[in-house]
């Protein structure tokens, strides 16, 4: 009897060891979320890749802002980098041209800040759609107190939106005198060239010295990005 009662305490042993073997596993289905997070990450990279021309690379407004340099006493450098950026990637290549060059930085900040919404390139009644579509548009801007009198070099950069610069850099260069300064456009954009933007904006300044400037790559390694600077002066 007792034999009888050992093998039954066994096999149940068996089976209660093969039901925690079972639980060991419960990461899998773990896992198959994972894979389905990183599809849909992948997934929504790649919508974002097809758009053209756009300042691309985090959505929505950037949270944090740099500090701007304080106009009401001067930092004692002559190299500035001015941007605009809407979704971040401008704002990333232009910190690191200001690293590089030992530079103060200024953010252009719109006073309506543009919502996912207004970005809308497909929207034919988009905000950035319909300024873009009108030259004559400028978008306000919130923070226009920098003083460029004692720089001699100035960096400045912004997406290209429909093959130009912003509406807000048309607002911005008309503000300011860029008279004996060296002017060094760069922009970033899906795929298309700084192009006429560049014309564009120094028509629209009427003063200072504008370079051809280049179209930057969001990745670009910090020894192309220094040789290109070091093109530029």
């Not at 093998?7 to 419960?26: E, I, R």
């Not at 990450?41 to 500090?67: H, I, L, R």
């Not at 930092?75 to 401008?90: L, Q, R």
């Not at 400045?156 to 607002?171: E, K, L, V």
Request: aromatic share 8%; with cysteine; charged share 25%.
């Amino acid at each position: 009897m007792k034999k009888i009662m050992l093998s039954m305490l066994a096999a149940m042993c068996m089976l209660g060891l093969t039901g925690c073997g079972n639980t060991d596993f419960s990461s899998a289905p773990a896992e198959t979320t994972v894979q389905q997070e990183v599809q849909t990450e992948q997934s929504a990279e790649d919508t974002e890749a097809e758009k053209p021309d756009e300042d691309k690379a985090v959505s929505g407004q950037t949270e944090k802002q740099p500090e701007n340099p304080d106009t009401a006493e001067s930092s004692g450098k002559d190299t500035i980098v001015v941007y605009f950026s809407a979704t971040g990637t401008t704002m990333e290549v232009a910190e690191r041209i200001a690293n590089i060059t030992n530079a103060d930085l200024y953010e252009i900040i719109p006073a309506e800040p543009y919502s996912d919404a207004d970005l809308d390139w497909n929207d034919d009644d988009s905000r950035t759609t319909i300024e873009m579509s009108d030259p004559d548009v400028r978008p306000a801007i919130d923070n226009d107190t920098v003083n460029l009198d004692s720089y001699s070099t100035v960096y400045i950069g912004y997406p290209i939106w429909w093959g130009d610069a912003p509406r807000i850099m048309s607002t911005f260069v008309e503000a300011h005198d860029f008279d004996g300064k060296t002017v060094i456009p760069f922009c970033t954009s899906g795929s298309s060239p700084i192009g006429r933007s560049v014309e564009n904006l120094a028509a629209q300044a009427g003063s200072g010295n504008w370079l051809a400037g280049c179209r930057l790559d969001y990745g670009i390694s910090d020894d192309d990005l220094t040789d290109w600077i070091k093109s530029m002066n």
